[in-house]
């Protein structure tokens, strides 16, 4: 058992003199029943677009006042203790920029046994200790709230959860071992490993309610006095506290070992071995099962300070800031006061991509949105799915009734091009062939006014290309979304030669409005994401076609952490648009890209692929073995992970040689929200780094200091 009382923690508070501390100011609130309560207000001085954060200083402080209030307790001056935020938030959790800083294996350790030490103090301070959970409440917030005794939680709160294991790392001040205590076992591994592995999924107010994180749920008007109504009746006996979740012998002796065996199972099938956090979070699941506090605690300090002081969580750091900062700031964006105010939109096509377009624009824009195609019945057809998935949100609850009516009758469809003369912007969706996006646009130019912008969702032609017949090229703009429309964060606004700044502006303002990043690319082949991708899917390919068994080929990138193999990749994509996007490449850059003659024959078959119950590929299917061509040289998985490695080492670093985007994290963050690429990696360029592919390819780093553990 380990004596937190006894330990040094001046080398991570003295190394903490420019955090941004979280004070916790103390009042003594009157119960109705007589007595006092001690309410403890969490507030950095900050709004709340800055929420309190909680680092070593802010602990220190913290640990004053408990060790106050403890005195007190122990005179008879106070009956209770709370703890509530500021207004609309209670904390973020640790600091996480003081923590990456911290990231020695001996301050990652000091870090998780002073928030045990401090926090651990709730539930020893003499009386019972409440937590009024106002607001946000992530990780070491949520944890706060576990070590008190009883907890509130406002039906307003932004968002409740644990999202470590989504960084690289676990919950580490008391979650791992005190929330599967009070919720069950299946509970804590959905709210601690499903949910982050998720795209860190938060839990609404009402459904940590439901998993037994909280005692009662108060709406936002009057939360704090109805908090401290409750406690006062928790405290003279008149409200009894039901927890009817948490686990008893039956369930420790028998659901435990399961429940952790098949969640074990399920991250393994899913994500492979690569990513430590979720393996280590799971292990201290199944160790909770002793309800022996101080070890959990002690376990938590240890699993801590390995994945804090490891690569994956410098990368994650680095993942995190991308995606909280980068993308929020895009480079290279204009002056967003030179866009268009957009009121109507244009979509050229009726198919399945042009009607997601159609129902997100709708959705978020609240503008008319009014669609094309060649004739009336793939109109109908389109505006018909469009309405269907309306109602699909309307019975899920994801759109009022008010609000799936309004979207209804905003979109509209027509084979009348006249009536696209009052949009903004129009965007086709039509096939992926040069000729045919010239002619559509050939057809509009002359409708529409001269300021209205063109869009093309192109994934690899050329945007000066097609744009070279208008009369304004300089109102064209690339606007790559990625499949599925409404789930994929990521767009590629690409920038021709042509693209005006008004035309940039009006994209990257509308990319915003649709709730997606975008990031700024040149206007090249395959752009970001697909010209990487495609050197990750052409090597497989080639492996492949060298005689390698498709299992070994599938599993031989294991080690970056990829969601998906090559070849599930592939399937997903589709094979005749991989096949396209292939050639597409070697057509562009015949020296540095391989297009296998395997992939157009695949395309042809209905059941290419065996796969097992988690549509993880598993081998080719009869069919598809009897109609390809091998060769009888079998590659390594270690040799095709390397030619990966190095190959996208070396186009990359050629890609910012061209100025394709304005810096190596901008290629990250594609990578990131555009294909998965796994926050535990940093995205590609710290991967390669430090698994020296950078060294190799050009003799240097895209990064210095490198992403990586503090060594």
């Keep these: 058992m380990t004596d937190y009382s006894k330990i040094d923690f001046s080398p991570i508070i003295e190394a903490s003199a420019d955090e941004v501390v979280t004070a916790s100011y103390v009042r003594d609130v009157k119960l109705p029943s007589g007595g006092t309560l001690a309410l403890i207000t969490l507030d950095n001085g900050r709004d709340y677009t800055r929420p309190n954060t909680l680092g070593p200083r802010t602990l220190q402080g913290l640990e004053r006042v408990l060790d106050e209030l403890r005195t007190r307790a122990a005179a008879g001056e106070i009956q209770a203790v709370a703890v509530t935020g500021k207004q609309f938030i209670f904390a973020a959790g640790a600091d996480l920029s003081k923590v990456s800083t911290l990231a020695t294996k001996e301050n990652a350790r000091l870090m998780g046994q002073y928030g045990h030490r401090v926090l651990g103090k709730f539930s020893t301070i003499g009386v019972p200790s409440f937590a009024f959970v106002n607001g946000l409440a992530l990780g070491g917030a949520l944890e706060i709230a576990l070590n008190c005794t009883y907890r509130t939680v406002d039906s307003s709160a932004a968002a409740i959860a644990f999202p470590e294991v989504f960084l690289g790392i676990i919950p580490g001040w008391g979650g791992a071992t005190l929330l599967p205590n009070l919720i069950g076992i299946e509970n804590a591994l959905k709210v601690i490993v499903s949910n982050p592995l998720q795209n860190n999924r938060m839990l609404k107010p009402q459904q940590a309610l439901e998993l037994g994180i909280f005692d009662e749920m108060f709406g936002a008007a009057s939360f704090l006095e109805q908090s401290v109504a409750w406690a006062d009746g928790v405290l003279t006996g008149k409200t009894k506290v039901e927890r009817p979740n948490e686990p008893g012998k039956i369930e420790r002796m028998t659901k435990w070992p399961i429940a952790i065996k098949v969640a074990r199972d399920t991250v393994k099938g899913r994500l492979g071995t690569a990513a430590k956090s979720p393996y280590a979070a799971i292990e201290l699941l199944a160790a909770a099962k002793d309800n022996d506090v101080a070890a959990g605690f002690a376990r938590e300090d240890e699993a801590l300070a390995e994945l804090i002081s490891g690569d994956q969580f410098a990368a994650s750091i680095y993942a995190f800031d991308l995606v909280q900062k980068r993308a929020k700031r895009p480079a290279g964006a204009p ?16 198919g399945l991509m042009a009607s997601q377009f159609a129902l997100l624009f709708a959705r978020k824009l609240r503008v008319p949105v009014v669609i094309t195609d060649l004739d009336q019945g793939r109109v109908d057809k389109g505006v018909a799915y469009i309405h269907g998935e309306i109602d699909k949100m309307h019975g899920k609850g994801r759109l009022s009734n008010d609000d799936a009516n309004q979207v209804k009758a905003l979109v509209t469809g027509t084979t ?25 646009f050939a057809e509009i130019e002359p409708i529409i006014a001269e300021d209205a912008i063109l869009a093309t969702n192109t994934s690899s032609l050329s945007v000066e290309q097609i744009g070279a017949n208008l009369k304004h090229p300089e109102r064209l703009v690339g606007f790559h979304f990625f499949n599925p429309v409404a789930v994929m964060p990521l767009i590629e606004v690409v920038k021709s030669p042509a693209t005006g700044e008004g035309a940039l502006s009006t994209a990257m303002v509308i990319a915003k409005k649709l709730g997606k990043s975008a990031i700024i690319t040149a206007d090249r082949p395959g752009f970001v994401v697909n010209r990487l991708l495609a050197k990750v899917m052409g090597e497989a390919a080639r492996a492949l076609d060298e005689g390698t068994p498709l299992p070994v080929v599938e599993q ?6 990829l969601p998906m193999g090559p070849f599930e990749l592939i ?35 209905d059941e290419p692929l065996v796969k097992n119950k988690l549509g993880k590929v598993e081998d080719l299917s009869k069919a598809a073995k009897k109609a390809l061509k091998f060769g009888k040289t079998a590659v390594a998985p270690e040799e095709i992970l390397r030619r990966v490695e190095d190959e996208l080492a070396n186009e990359i670093k050629i890609m910012l040689d061209e100025g394709v985007v304005h810096a190596a994290e901008d290629i990250d963050l594609g990578l990131i ?13 710290p991967y390669l780094d430090r698994v020296g592919a950078s060294e190799r390819a050009f003799g240097g780093a895209f990064h210095d200091p490198r992403i990586a553990a503090v060594s």
């Design 571 to 605: 399937d997903l994509v589709g094979w005749k648009v991989a096949a396209h996007v292939q050639d597409t490449m070697v057509g562009a850059f015949p020296d540095r890209f391989y297009a296998s003659p395997n992939m157009h024959a695949i395309a042809e078959l």
């Design 416 to 440: 009348d091009k006249s009536l696209f003369a009052d949009c903004d912007w129009v965007i086709e969706a039509v096939f992926e062939e040069l000729s045919v996006k010239q002619q559509v």
């Design 335 to 350: 002056d967003k006061e030179l866009a268009k105010k957009v009121q109507k939109v244009g979509i050229i096509g009726a």
């Design 556 to 561: 031989s990138l294991a080690p970056i952490g």
């Design 673 to 685: 929200l555009g294909a998965g690429w796994p926050f535990q990696a940093g995205g590609a360029t």
